[in-house]
Each structure stands twice: as structure tokens, then as C-alpha cells.
């Protein structure tokens, strides 16, 4: 397979190399001891690159990635799709995830708006279920959801994230299927603790309140925000000025009574009060670490708790718009095996965080908040440069890159408007029966349409 001047065979990743170096991937392969034992045309380092670019390009078949990403040279064939799914499955997930912790990084600067509560970091933790082809070992791996109407209609599997709220950077994240003890939420914490440490302020939510969980986690270094239910029993020992209180949490209610083990947080009650905003005159109560009232009045981490609602903007960055539903691809994900599932995760959590490395950069450069900048506008304008193929020197390469990235500054956001939306669903349920474990898989038919027809007379 011919290469360019420079060696490369996919020679249309130009840009992608600027923000993942190639030095990066040798470097996920060597520490991976993932080589090449024969003479191939589709090398590791190659098809590291396709499922790379497949995680930009997302709306093309693997095979179309990679005529994508490679000049057309006359009276050359394209890999058919099976050899590419074959050189998927010989690189495996360890590359792509060595690669991942390679890479990323917290990408804010005190340079960066929005990313900072005083000189500590903004990172929210939460997690969103992802829907998985319905093959028999996706099934087995990760099981499906039960529900009110039965099972869940794919397997699924639950991703669990660290986002840097202020340039929606996904810093770390864990995967587990759906069923089993310890697949919940907050059991999947304790894998994220590595990430966390001094200097940065964890908003979480609700479902993550518990005392063993606060313990473990505040003894990472990390300040919290978070919420808690409203059964909560914090009672105030020490009450400030703004409204907020000094209570105790502890491990249970004896432990409670005999006022032992317990740790100090600071309590904020609060309400709504205006009708159209969901929580209507509803209590809602923060606890954190942050203790002083002075240096952080309550109101003031009110508002900033509501920081926390980013990452489920990351959510949709990736669900809604990098890897959409549609018409050949029902489940989030594509791939019918456990293990391409998780390499198909890792590649566009890759993607996203260059896509978002790009958009930081951007924003620095204009002088902008990241979140001014549109997502969906940026990635359009990747994946309209990503494929153009270029024959640059060094310095014709990086103002080709600052071009590139100029103009995704000029892809923002309307200043977010004063508004609220009811949490209804839009389109009701079916009226068709729901798919049930009777209904998969379909047995093969034994008669032809013609042999089964029967005249009634």
C-alpha cells in the first residue's frame, strides 16, 4: 500500500495528528506490546487511525472511513469491511485505552472562563445508560434493564464520567453493563478516585449522597457540592448569616445519637418561588465542604451548582450529535461484540475530547468562554477539513491549523437564555405490544409465503 512523502498511509488525518500525536499512538502500542508479527496491509498503526476517525465520522460505514482518510490512488481496491472488522478485533480495546490515558488531560487554564470557582477546578461526576447492538454476546456481557413493561428493548451498558464542566473535557470514565451487584452508580465511584484530587470542587448529584461514599471521596483532596434528598437529617449546630448551617452527617442513626464518627458539612435549604420553573416552592438542600460563609455565601454556590448541569451537555454531545441514532444504526452503539463495544466507547471518547481540545484552543485564541462556541458547528467544520487532503511543510501546517481553528470561533452560541423546560416526554409510548424474550430470536421460517397460503372457501 503506496505512502505519502511523509510515510503515512492514511495521508488525509492531517489535522486529527496535530491534536493526537502519531507519537502518542506508537507510544499506546509499544506500552501495549501490541505489534505487528507478519507483513500486512492493514497494520495496527493504520487501523488505530480508522477506528480514530471513525469516532469523527461517525456517519460513515468503517470501510468509508478509511477511503476517507486515504488519497484515491488509481487502480488501488479498498480493504473489504471484513478485513477491517478482522484488524479491529486483532487491535483490541488495550491500545485505544492506553492511548485514552495518554491523552487526556484537564484542558482549562486560569486563562480559560467559567472553568474555575476561585482558584479551584469545576469537574462534575454523573452517569448516562447507552444502548448496545441486541447480539447474544452483547446480551451476555451486559445484560438489559427491567422495567414496568419488561426488559429493556437492547442490552445496555452504563457509563459512569469525570467531566471538566467549563470545556466539557471528559477526564476519566468506567463502564459496566446493567445487571449484576455493583453496576449501580455510586458503586462505580470508587474507580474514578484516582482523578480526583486537591484543587478541584466535585459537583454531584442526589442519587450519589451517602455517608461512606462522602467519606472516601472527600479523602481524595477533592472539595464537593452536591445535593441531597430531603430526607436527609442535618441538624444545625452552627447557623451563618446567609442562611446556611454547620450540621453532621454520620454513617447511621445510633452513631447519629451518640454524636460519633460524624463529618462537617455545610447545609443550604432553598425554594423556587417562581411557578413556571420546575421545583416549585419544593425544598432542595446542598451540602459541601466549602464551610466558610463568608468566603462562599450560599447564594453564590447555589448558582454554581447548577455548574453541574455541563455534563449532561456532554451527554448529548456525544449521543445526540457525534454518534445520533438513525435509520441503520438503532443503539447508540454499533458493534455486536463486548469487546468492540468498549473500543467503539474509548474511540469517540477520544474523538469528543480532541474535538474539545480544539474547541478550548479556539476559545483561548478569541478571547471567548468554550461555552460560547457550538459544538455541533465545530464538528461539522472538522469533518469537513479532517478529510481535506493537504501537502504541507511544518509551519504551511500550522497555519493551516490556525485557519481551521479560527474559524470554529466563528461558530457561537447565542448567549444562553433565561429559560426552562418541563420534564415531559414529547412523543408518547407505542400502542404496539412491546418486545418480549418469547419474540428473540426469531426462528427461521419452514414454509415459503406460497406454501403457507391457505384459500378460505
Known sequence: MATDEAGRVLDKVLLMEEFIGPEMVEQALKDT?????????????????????????????????????RALRFNESTP???????????????????????????????????????????????????????????????????????????????????????????????VRGVRGAGNGEPSMVPALFKHLHTGMLLLWDRGFFGFSLWKQTIQTGVQILGRVPQRAILKAFETFADGSYLAKIYACPSLRNRDEGGIVVRVIRYT??????????????????????????AVDLILLYHERWEIELVFDEQKTHQDPRRAEKPANLRSETPLGVLQEIYALSVAHYAMRAMMHQSALEANLDPDRLSFTGCLHILRTRIIESVRLSRSELKLWCQAVLREMSQELNEPRRNRINPRVVKIKMSKFMKKRPEHRPVPPLTKTFAESVVIIT
Open 33 to 69: 506490546a501490541c505489534f505487528d508479527s507478519r507483513a500486512c496491509k492493514l497494520t495496527r498503526q493504520v487501523t488505530f487511525w480508522v477506528i480514530l476517525s471513525a469516532g469523527i465520522m461517525t456517519h460513515m460505514p468503517i470501510r468509508q472511513v478509511f477511503k476517507a482518510t
Open 80 to 174: 473489504h469491511r471484513s478485513s477491517l472488522c478482522i484488524a479491529r478485533q486483532r487491535l483490541g480495546l488495550a491500545p485505544v485505552k492506553r492511548l485514552f490515558e495518554l491523552l487526556v488531560r484537564p484542558l482549562a487554564t486560569l486563562a480559560t472562563r467559567g472553568a474555575f470557582h476561585r482558584d479551584l477546578r469545576l469537574v462534575a461526576l454523573d452517569g448516562t445508560v447507552l444502548n448496545v447492538p441486541d447480539s447474544p454476546a452483547n446480551v451476555a456481557a451486559f445484560g438489559r434493564t427491567d422495567g414496568g413493561r419488561g426488559e429493556s428493548a437492547f442490552p445496555q451498558v452504563r457509563k459512569l464520567s469525570l467531566v471538566e464542566t467549563g470545556t466539557h473535557a471528559e477526564l476519566a470514565f468506567v
Open 272 to 297: 423556587i418561588d417562581d411557578p413556571q420553573r420546575v421545583g416549585h416552592k419544593q425544598p432542595h438542600i446542598l451540602i459541601t465542604t466549602l464551610l466558610d460563609a463568608a468566603l462562599d455565601p
